[in-house]
């Protein structure tokens, strides 16, 4: 069975950072893009950021860009996403999606993923 599992989650102040790692397991992984999402209380979810399978090319929402980096390793099967200069309004539960979409550039569309994480919490005081 497919699996996503998010950590590293957590609360830090505005300004901090946070590592997150997905976790991936029952699939082959490095055949597949993965993808961050978030989603706020009462807010749609918003697609983070996403790298691809092979080149790991990579795209970022404006609201993130410059600020984390994703990226993949997949002898371990995990994918990251290191967030500095953390916001308050970057506080949301942070998914981890996976699907095969395209091997030359992602999407940061939710539907163009298949399976998802349960999330991690994360809380940027202000």
């Known amino acids: 069975q497919v699996q996503l599992v998010e950590s590293g989650g957590g609360l830090v102040q505005d300004g901090g950072s946070l590592r997150l790692s997905c976790a991936a397991s029952g699939f082959t992984f490095d055949y597949y893009n993965i993808a961050w999402f978030r989603q706020a209380p009462g807010k749609e979810r918003e697609g983070v950021s996403c790298?691809?399978?092979?080149?790991?090319?990579?795209n970022y929402a404006d609201s993130v860009e410059g600020r984390f980096t994703i990226s993949r390793d997949n002898a371990k099967n995990t994918a990251y996403l290191q967030m500095n200069s953390l916001r308050p309004a970057d506080t949301a539960v942070y998914y981890c999606a996976t699907g095969p979409g395209s091997r030359r550039r992602c999407d940061l569309r939710a539907r163009m993923y298949d399976y998802w994480g349960q999330g991690t919490q994360v809380t940027v005081s202000s």
């Open positions: 790298i691809t399978s092979n080149y790991g090319s990579t």
